[in-house]
């Protein structure tokens, strides 16, 4: 059986040095990302905001190791991400980061236990039922395992996506506009949740959002503009996240 702990010792779960991308457009190089730092402590609840167009997507998919940086390092979990590459970063992904997106990405022919253990299954590790039963409790899924996607409402849908984000003990959860999908109501609770992860999991948590609701959740905002880091705000409430965006020009 597996206790609760809201002390989470060790280094930053995250760490981005000097991270530049830059994409083609025809004839254009354009600049995502202008060398970024970035430290996320172990255990913590990150938000990332910016304008349209400021780099927030790219961060993410640095940070993820879904895409690679022109120049800089990329370290998750004490490993530098950032020199690995085909087969090494995909199992690196697997087995150490997990994914929460707008839309779940459940598989409707499986159940909600299938849908939450296939990145185990992929891995090809087995389930530990305790860590499983743990899991689903923390995310309010107790006794729905057997249910099929479609028989789930949204913002269940998405409990799923998270459990399936933590089964495998990841280093960081990565999410991206987890909620842009759902109202109002089922967005606070899964908010609530992502912060619960935190709090009680001992999770750590990077988010991109352009919600200043979303972001309050989160111990520190850090907001991006032109590619670069443009602050940072730790505690802030939906206002103060309003208004530092009002700021950059941009949602």
């Known amino acids: 059986m597996y206790t609760?702990?809201?002390?989470?010792?060790?280094?930053?779960?995250?760490?981005?040095?000097?991270?530049?991308?830059?994409?083609?457009?025809?004839t254009t190089a354009v600049a995502a990302l202008r060398e970024v730092s970035l430290a996320v402590p172990a255990g913590?609840?990150?938000?990332?905001?910016?304008?349209?167009?400021?780099?927030?997507?790219?961060?993410?998919?640095?940070a993820a190791g879904l895409d690679g940086p022109d120049d800089g390092q990329v370290r998750l979990g004490g490993t530098e991400i950032s020199r690995l590459g085909g087969k090494a970063l995909t199992r690196f992904r697997r087995d150490h980061v997990g994914f929460v997106f707008q839309s779940y990405n459940l598989l409707p022919q499986l159940s909600v236990t299938a849908n939450v253990?296939?990145?185990?299954?992929?891995?090809?590790?087995?389930?530990?039922?305790?860590?499983?039963?743990?899991?689903?409790?923390?995310?309010?899924?107790?006794?729905?395992?057997?249910?099929?996607?479609?028989?789930?409402?949204?913002?269940?849908?998405?409990?799923?996506?998270?459990?399936?984000?933590?089964?495998?003990r990841p280093d960081v959860v990565f999410a991206d506009e987890p909620t842009g999908a759902l109202d109002s109501g089922t967005?606070?609770?899964?908010?609530?949740?992502?912060?619960?992860?935190?709090?009680?999991?001992?999770?750590?948590?990077?988010?991109?959002?352009?919600?200043?609701?979303?972001?309050s959740y989160a111990d520190t905002v850090v907001f991006l503009a032109d590619g670069r880091i443009d602050g940072s705000v730790s505690g802030a409430s939906a206002r103060d996240v309003t208004d530092r965006m009002a700021s950059l020009g941009g949602n």
């Open 4 to 26: 609760d702990s809201s002390e989470f010792p060790g280094p930053a779960a995250l760490e981005l040095t000097g991270v530049s991308k830059s994409y083609r457009t025809g």
């Open 44 to 62: 913590t609840f990150t938000a990332v905001m910016g304008p349209s167009g400021s780099g927030k997507s790219t961060l993410l998919q640095c």
């Open 117 to 168: 253990t296939l990145p185990l299954l992929l891995a090809g590790r087995g389930t530990d039922g305790a860590w499983l039963e743990y899991v689903l409790d923390a995310v309010g899924l107790t006794g729905l395992g057997n249910r099929k996607p479609q028989e789930l409402s949204g913002g269940q849908q998405q409990r799923a996506a998270i459990a399936r984000a933590l089964i495998t």
């Open 187 to 215: 967005a606070r609770q899964v908010l609530e949740l992502l912060r619960h992860t935190v709090s009680v999991l001992n999770q750590t948590v990077v988010m991109v959002t352009h919600d200043p609701v979303a972001a």
